[in-house]
């Protein structure tokens, strides 16, 4: 099991930027895709982006293609999210956690097949 972290959220205006991370204890962290995704109030967990273990790909949401960019550093055994461009939209609390299968490859959107879920760390965007 892989104790995740996240940070970096906060309130920002719309067009702003905010750069989450997500920090896992343990040796394990290199060995796994990871993900983000966002909860909005009354709204289901949504995928919002992923990166394969070495860094080789990454997956958007339609929803932020172009706007965000995930990231991560295995030495440091961190995960980020940068976010450019913020819409009130982006509004929800986000969530990282590790792929269950470390020999999964490609997209993987449903949040079934992640394990490990942080605390979380809220975004609010204002218009």
């Known amino acids: 099991q892989v104790q995740l972290v996240e940070s970096g959220g906060g309130l920002v205006q719309a067009g702003g930027s905010l750069r989450l991370s997500c920090v896992a204890s343990?040796?394990?962290?290199?060995?796994?895709?990871m993900g983000w995704f966002r909860q909005a109030p009354g709204k289901e967990r949504e995928f919002v982006a992923r990166i394969s273990r070495r860094s080789v790909s990454t997956y958007y949401a339609d929803s932020v293609k172009g706007r965000f960019t995930i990231s991560r550093d295995n030495a440091k055994n961190t995960m980020y999210l940068q976010m450019n461009s913020l819409k009130p939209e982006d509004t929800a609390v986000y969530y990282c956690?590790?792929?269950?299968?470390?020999?999964?490859?490609?997209?993987?959107?449903?949040?079934?097949?992640?394990?490990?879920w942080g605390q979380g760390t809220q975004v609010t965007v204002s218009s």
């Open positions: 343990g040796s394990t962290f290199s060995l796994y895709a």
């Open positions: 956690a590790r792929d269950t299968n470390p020999q999964r490859t490609g997209v993987a959107t449903s949040r079934v097949l992640y394990t490990d």
